[in-house]
């Protein structure tokens, strides 16, 4: 019986069984104290769809060799440029969301290579790198924010130059996922669109990993020595695993912001990178071994505790600010698990 329950805990994974506990305790104290579980429930879905493609980025990154893609913030602002030029070109509705991604995806291409290139002369110090090639992208483009010739008078500061901090995207294409075919059952919202569009880029990426170059470019992350001998480009397999990565973050950044409804710019994207390295590595995932399905429930328990944690310390904790401090700690507790994980197996 030990012996079987010791080989389920080493199958799942003894982070991911605390994690699902934890949840589970949130939901049950939740329940018991009267919470609002509908809108709870909603807010995690919400919270689901938005955030999953930017998880499903780290999967041809650790499939190529190259590890957690903590250079994200690189496919972010490549996003970020897409929905920019969008805005400025007078896109509403579908048409303004498909322009932005469409617009996107070149950049991303071109980043991703030229950043693939570059953790491919740095073998052995990926992570590392990508955390600094990351977070220096993002300083970059602080400066670029402030000099970018774009004049839509809802993007620029009404006095001086430059671009806002934070953009609306109510007059374009807010929430145009969300509420593609939602439905309402009481309190709780089921934001059908996104939760489609999430699942139908991770079917992709799914088809992508079993097709004959998805299979070469896996080969070279697990035993780079054994697919050179095969005659496998293992440079190139890990370059298209950058590209890859870096287009689904632009792609995530999107869908991220349709559904939260702005365009955050400056310092917004420094940190991104780390909630989904945790997300990934939660679901199940190492730094050498990835699969879809690990995205999918690294990221529902992920953002299910990030919804619920507030509230329910709240609920027991009144009238104090300690239900922020919990929120922060469990957040970055599940960080610090993901830096750790990815340092060692």
Known sequence: MTETLNRYKKKIGL???????LYLTLCII???????????????IK????????????????????????????????GLL????????LLTGAAGFWAAIAIAIPFAIIAGGLYGHMLNKIKGSEMLV????????????????????????EMGWPIGAGLRN??????????????????????????????LFFFAMCAIQWVFSRSKTGVAMKASGDNPKFALASGINVDKCRLL???????????????????????????????????????????GASAKKVKISHVIIG?????GLLTLALPVADSVLQGGGLAEIIRMVVQNGIILYALTKVGGE
């Open 30 to 44: 939740a329940i018991f104290n009267d919470l609002p579980i509908g809108s709870l429930s909603s807010d995690t």
């Open 299 to 303: 990221t529902f328990l992920f953002q």
């Open 15 to 21: 982070p991911r069984l605390i994690i699902t506990s």
């Open 130 to 153: 990508a955390t600094y090639t990351g977070f220096s992208a993002v300083f970059l483009m602080s400066i670029v924010w402030l000099v970018i010739p774009l004049n839509h008078p």
């Open 166 to 195: 934070t953009i609306s995207l109510e007059s374009t294409y807010a929430k145009i996922l969300n509420n593609f075919m939602s439905f309402t059952i009481g309190k709780f919202i089921f934001p059908t669109g996104l939760i």
């Open 47 to 78: 919270r689901f769809g938005m955030n999953g493609i930017m998880v499903l980025a780290m999967v041809p990154s650790i499939e190529s060799g190259i590890g957690p893609n903590f250079g994200l913030p690189v496919g972010i602002i490549c």
């Open 241 to 283: 695993g950058s590209v890859l990565s870096t287009v689904l973050g632009a792609v995530g950044i999107i869908v991220y912001a349709q559904s939260y409804g702005f365009i955050q710019l400056y310092e917004a994207p420094l940190m991104m990178a780390f909630p989904a390295v945790a997300a990934v590595l939660i679901g």
């Open 82 to 89: 897409g929905a920019l030029f969008s805005f400025e070109l």
